[in-house]
């Protein structure tokens, strides 16, 4: 093969488009449990703990705000692989001691001492108590408890 003399500079064009077939789509597995073990953003952080400045009721604004908190905090798992749920320590002050959210975002409610919490959310009550913890996320088979730098523990059963 014929090599030029003269450097010839050649027109590399890189393909910079990101398509949906190119993104990857984390599916369930070991690649499940791996992406939902990586540290949560800041605005994630910061949306879900806003909960308690809405008072006992949330604006229908403050929950889409919330949800798309959410969807910019996983972009890469479906909605059924979301947590059903998030549990956190209120601060509204006595007598409310934890609030939930129902991920569907039906439900934001504020809840006493010793009241029971719906849907496996009782699992975490301890948990979103402890001040290590900013919230929980309730997940059929884990809790992952969210701390305030966005780093995960994982808790299984």
Same mark, same amino acid.
Do not use: W
């Given at each position: 093969? /014929? /090599?030029? *003399? ?16 190119? /993104? ?14 990586q540290?949560?953003?800041?605005? $994630? ?5 806003? *909960?308690?400045? #809405? #008072? ?7 929950k ?17 692989? $979301? %947590?059903? #749920?998030?549990?956190?320590k ?20 504020? $809840? ?5 919490? %719906? ?9 979103? *108590?402890?001040?290590? $913890? ?9 809790? /992952?408890?969210?701390?305030?730098? #966005? ?7």
């Amino acid at each position: 093969m /014929r /090599r030029p *003399l003269i450097n010839v500079k050649q027109d590399i064009k890189l393909d910079t488009k990101i398509t949906t077939a190119s /993104r990857t789509k984390v599916e369930s597995g070991v690649m499940l449990d791996k992406r939902l073990r990586q540290k949560r953003s800041k605005a $994630y952080i910061e949306a879900v703990t806003q *909960l308690d400045a #809405g #008072g006992i009721t949330t604006t229908q604004s403050k929950k889409e705000e919330l949800l798309n908190a959410i969807k910019n905090e996983f972009p890469d798992l479906e909605p059924y692989q $979301y %947590p059903l #749920g998030i549990i956190a320590k209120c601060y509204l002050g006595h007598p409310f001691e934890v609030h939930t959210l129902d991920i569907s975002l039906d439900i934001i409610r504020h $809840y006493k001492q010793g009241e029971s919490l %719906p849907n496996q959310m009782d699992r975490g009550r301890s948990l979103a *108590l402890h001040p290590s $913890y900013e919230f929980i996320e309730i997940f059929s088979d884990t809790l /992952r408890a969210v701390g305030k730098s #966005g780093n995960v523990s994982v808790i299984k059963g």
